[in-house]
Nanobody
Framework: QLQLVESGGGPVQAGGSLRLSCVGS?????????????MGWVRQAPGKEREGVAA???????SYADSVKGRFTISRDNTKNSLYLEMTNLKPEDTGMYYC???????????????????WGQGTQVTVSS
């Protein structure tokens, strides 16, 4: 099973920055190598449903939710089986649990951040205070 472990969350004041990281280990049920996975970050605020934040395809095409465009940057380093989310100018509404997610399907387009994923991490909490 592909395992995903997030880190980098924490408390931050509005206007501040955080960098989330996610490291993958193992392989999925079909033994796909890490570099073919479609990856993303999904967040869940208290009392709300999960929402896609950003995604990156196996060929490095990115997509973002409108609420984070221009503030968040997703990237991946396949040599380290890693996924990152650089978050700047954070707002209180960015508060939530942030999950790293992966799927062996191919997705490359502006709405890929909304796609579902087959593999999930345990999440890392981001709390933005005003």
């Amino acid at each position: 099973q592909l395992q995903l472990v997030e880190s980098g969350g924490g408390p931050v004041q509005a206007g501040g920055s955080l960098r989330l990281s996610c490291v993958g280990s193992g392989y999925g049920a079909n033994k796909y190598p890490y570099n073919i996975y479609f990856m993303g970050w999904v967040r869940q605020a208290p009392g709300k449903e999960r929402e896609g934040v950003a995604a990156i395809s196996s060929d490095f095409v990115t997509s973002y939710a409108d609420s984070v465009k221009g503030r968040f940057t997703i990237s991946r380093d396949n040599t380290k089986n890693s996924l990152y989310l650089e978050m700047t100018n954070l707002k209180p509404e960015d508060t939530g649990m942030y999950y790293c997610a992966a799927d062996p399907r191919y997705c490359s387009g502006e709405y890929c951040y909304k796609q579902d994923f087959g593999y999930w991490g345990q999440g890392t909490q981001v709390t933005v205070s005003s």
